[in-house]
């Protein structure tokens, strides 16, 4: 005999994360930094006849854009989080943005890395007095913008014991990744893509002015693409697995396992999948032969507080 309890108090389907106020603010914040800095280099750029400035403005553009990517994602969020067109919430709006974003660094680390490769085997003059202080000043926006954004990228969880022996023991990365922030992460590696871009133009272009290797500069660019590129992997990945429900956290299912087995009854199948930074959802299949409900594995369970949306179905036995 199978029981599925119907549950009659209504429960919430928000998932989204701690933080997902003071990130959002904090993303619209860093747009109006680099819409301002845009708008400044291209009518600098236009009254003073600079290409350079104008190039440097078009490519501030395409940084406003990716925070407005993320910034739409928890105005979004926020905003049809109760829209019951979404069966387990908006929580992986913030995952999608970030995957978006992924897939549009490792564009633009291709892009790099072929004008860098064709730079190297047909060089060009480069106006040093000119380059070198936009370097600088687009560097001075970047660290800005990561101030602006303020460390939002780590999570603020408060484990409790449950939680916290899922992972005694374990790899506490699947914890961290479970919290994690994936908008706000995507928004910070393109702020520390561009600021690490700038620092290795800067150090390119200096060693090209006064020790003449020209080489340096696409060599620096070459070095840049590659390490947006590392990010823009580790990006995709985590946040694909997120999109598609990979389990994100196995050490919790084995201690899942453990809890309801202790007693004598089988977990015979259980899912395990998140609904948003901080939330995880849960669907338990139980074999006993004890008269237990739903409700007696939901009060066991009551400890792990990440499991937002927990489903028990209990099988009798004989």
Known sequence: MTNIPHVSEPHSH???GEGHARNERRT???????????VAEIVGGILFGSIALIADGLHMSTHAGAMLLAALAYTWARRLANDSRFTFGTGKLGDLAGFTSAVILAMIAILIAYEAVSRLFSPVPIRFNEVIPIAVVGLAVNLA???LLGGGHHHDAHDDDHDHHAHHGGDDSDHDAMHRDNNMRAAVIHVMADASVSVLVIVGLLLARFMGWLWMDPVAGIIGSLVIA???YGLIRDTGAILLDMNPDQHMIEHLRQIVEQEGDQLADVHLWRLGPGHLGAILSVVTVQPRDAAYYRSRLAGFTSL??????VSHAG
């Open 28 to 38: 619209w914040m860093v747009i109006a930094l680099c819409s301002v800095m845009m």
């Open 145 to 147: 913008s990561a101030w």
């Open 308 to 313: 937002s949306h927990l489903t028990v179905e």
């Open 14 to 16: 928000v998932f989204l």
């Open 230 to 232: 590392s990010w823009s």
